[in-house]
Structures are given as structure tokens and as C-alpha cells.
């Protein structure tokens, strides 16, 4: 956890949530975005820096925000308008009513 760069109020949580679980492989993708644990070859156990994911269950950690994740869920940017005639400008900037 001191490579994944853990919050550390959360490493005494996180060990005793994954205590029980054996396991004979860690993965820590080069991004350190989160720690896999697995057993026989299938992933059981996700870490990330807020939350632990075991078997579908989630705990979240101090600091988990819910969200879409993965940037699957892109947010809608705020687009200009015509001071004019108050419609949005297309991707050019000049007002296709204007």
C-alpha cells in the first residue's frame, strides 16, 4: 500500500477487510489507479485509494465519491451563445441566425 500511495486512515480498514481472503496474485497496473487480488486466476478484490471492491460488495473509504467511473459518463460542457439572439453558437463561433 505504500507503493500505491494510500491515504494511511485508510490502510488499517483496508487490511482487515481483505485479512480473511486468500490470495496468490496482486496486480497494480502501471497508473497505480488501483491494487487487484486474485485466486486461480480470476480477480476477486479491487482496492483503489476510497473504496474496496470484494466479490460485488463495495466499502467505500473516506473520500469515495459515486460516479460513473472509467470517464464512461462524459459531462456536458457549458457552450456559447449568440449575445445576439441568445442561441447557442455552433463549433465555428459565428450564429447560423444571426
Given at each position: 500500500m505504500?507503493?500505491?500511495a ?26 497505480r ?6 485466486k ?11 473504496y ?41 463561433g ?5
Open positions: 505504500e507503493s500505491f494510500m491515504p494511511v486512515e485508510a490502510r488499517a480498514t483496508v487490511r482487515d477487510l481483505v485479512a480473511h481472503i486468500a490470495v496468490d496474485r496482486i496486480w497494480i497496473p502501471y497508473s489507479s488501483y491494487i487487484a487480488l486474485g486461480d486466476g480470476t480477480r476477486a478484490v479491487y482496492i483503489g485509494k476510497t474496496v471492491w470484494i466479490d460485488g460488495d463495495l466499502t467505500s473509504l473516506p473520500g469515495y465519491a459515486p460516479g460513473g467511473g472509467g470517464g464512461s459518463a462524459r459531462a456536458e460542457r457549458e457552450r456559447p451563445v449568440c449575445p445576439t439572439c441568445g442561441y447557442e453558437l455552433p463549433g465555428t459565428i450564429c447560423d441566425n444571426c
